[in-house]
């Protein structure tokens, strides 16, 4: 139990589905993140939330759109996607967005395996 | 540009010691972070490194040079469980005190009998 929960742990859909990804985590943390992880390539920032608000937008396309709720939950909603945006999608959460010189570790979830056919 | 670079695969037989190598080139310095990935699992942080030398912990040390832009994770009498991928990421400051972690590939170890 990482304390960082997604779901479901593999989705398969069509270019033109519409589906969501969910994360919940239970540390009592205020930021949390989406990070792309494709074979053979880095892990990707996507979005960042800090206490409900998004303060970073690393030029995802419009397909994907995040939603933070409260600042226990993070949804990824996705439409209309392509196939190379198969990947690993992993979210995590820290106490807060990181002071100079502290160690501000991110917690990871088991990620979703999603493929788009 | 960013940029962390680290080997994609390693080999290294059990009880042995292995050293995992990170280079990098970020316009801001806040940190070096070492993350474990077991293959389908959660990457779960192994160190953190702000400043210059050496942090042990356990079975695990990571060294960080911020002249050199160069870390390392050693690891020590290597068990079969070790066999995982080992992400180098470094965390940017960049236009605020944003947690921004920039990952290399990962270092993909596996321990032989």
């Known amino acids: 139990e990482t304390g960082v929960t997604q779901t479901p742990r593999h989705l398969v859909m069509g270019m033109t589905n519409k589906k969501s990804l969910k994360c919940e985590q239970h540390l009592g943390h205020n930021a949390m993140y989406w990070y792309k992880q494709s074979a053979k390539k880095p892990l990707e920032l996507m979005f960042v939330y800090s206490l409900e608000e998004r303060v970073e937008n690393n030029s995802v396309p419009s397909r994907f759109s995040p939603e933070c709720p409260n600042s226990s939950h993070l949804f990824l909603h996705l439409h209309t996607l392509q196939p190379e945006d198969s990947a690993l999608y992993l979210c995590a959460s820290s106490q807060d967005l990181g002071q100079l010189g502290m160690n501000t570790e991110a917690f990871f979830g088991q990620g979703t395996r999603l493929t788009v056919v | 540009g960013q940029n962390i670079d680290q080997p994609t695969e390693m080999t290294a037989t059990e009880g042995a010691i292995v050293q995992i190598n990170c280079t990098y080139q970020?316009?801001?310095?806040?940190?070096l972070f070492w993350y474990q990935q077991h293959a389908g699992e959660a990457p779960t942080f192994l160190s953190y490194n702000v400043l210059d030398g050496l942090e042990e912990k356990g079975r695990f040390s990571s060294f960080l040079s911020r002249s050199k832009g160069y870390s390392y994770l050693l690891l020590k009498e290597l068990q079969m469980k070790d066999s995982a991928s080992y992400l180098c990421?470094?965390?940017?400051?960049?236009?605020?005190?944003?947690?921004?972690?920039?990952f290399g590939t990962g270092t993909l170890l596996a321990v032989q009998p």
């Open positions: 970020t316009s801001g310095f806040n940190g």
């Open positions: 990421a470094v965390r940017d400051e960049g236009g605020g005190a944003t947690n921004k972690l920039i």
